[in-house]
């Protein structure tokens, strides 16, 4: 199959305090292995409903995600999950939220690691989506790529790619932002935090670090931040480092 576990709800709608009981499905302690990101079609978890209305709303418990081209997938009614103590490893995009039907609202994390061998932290397709994320993202080549429908992305705490190629880090380190770096999931959209969409924000409220073991600052990126549409921002509320 093409998903490793999918927490879904296909009944039909019930009424009155029922339509909230979803809120009680949960998973814990798991380590969710994948075949590796390079083999397509894959993804480690996927969070849908088949009913309007009827999304799984799921919490998520020191859960490991690692090996898959899409580590968390948001798809049809994915929305209001938590994900708690949880680590993302090894993959092209840590967290999507797909296009899809009444999908994107209110998803959190709170002490979370996204860390080496992740091309995309986030990304958020067509949707009005809002992630609220608390935790660290090391050593990665992109943080966010946002395209279509306005999204809201949150982050509190550690943000830490490398500046430069450190060869012995397996290319991890942050997209030049040319238009043209083929390293990037999206083609085309090559920023560090690349922002589309009417009225999309991304906020960074912690420590932004470009870390120096690749190499001194400047480095060679054009745009490490690119904002694409007028009425979008990108709001940096911490401190900076060695950009």
């Given amino acids: 199959g093409t998903t490793c576990l999918r927490l879904t709800n ?3 709608a019930p009424s ?3 339509q909230y009981r979803t809120k009680l499905h949960s998973i814990s302690r798991l380590d969710i292995s ?10 480690g978890l996927v969070l849908d409903s088949d009913t309007a209305g009827m999304g799984p709303r799921a919490s998520i418990d020191r859960v490991f995600i690692h090996g898959f081209p899409v580590l968390v997938d948001m798809q049809d009614q994915g929305y209001l999950a938590n994900f708690h103590d949880c680590e993302f490893y090894d993959a092209l995009i840590a967290y999507r939220q797909s296009s899809g039907s009444d999908a994107g609202e209110n998803v959190r994390f709170s002490g979370a690691n996204i860390i080496h061998s992740t091309d995309l932290a986030f990304h958020l397709i067509d949707n009005t989506s809002e992630v609220f994320f608390e935790g660290s993202i090391d050593y990665i080549k992109q943080l966010c790529v946002i395209t279509g429908a306005p999204s809201r992305l949150f982050i509190s705490g550690h943000v830490e790619p490398r500046g430069s190629n450190l060869v012995s880090d397996d ?3 942050v997209v030049d932002g040319s238009g043209s770096d083929v390293r990037a999931v999206v083609s085309g959209k090559d920023s560090f ?11 960074i409220d912690g420590w932004f670090d470009i870390n120096n073991s690749g190499g001194v600052a400047p480095y060679a990126y054009d745009h490490l931040v690119k904002v694409r ?5 990108f709001i940096l509320r911490g401190s900076a480092q060695n950009w």
């Fill in 193 to 203: 935090i690349d922002i589309d969409g009417n009225g999309s924000l991304v906020v």
């Fill in 171 to 173: 290319g991890n380190y």
């Fill in 34 to 43: 994948g075949p590796g990101a390079a083999v397509t079609s894959k993804a």
């Fill in 10 to 12: 296909t009944l039909a």
């Fill in 229 to 233: 549409h007028a009425n979008s921002k």
């Fill in 16 to 18: 009155g305090a029922n």
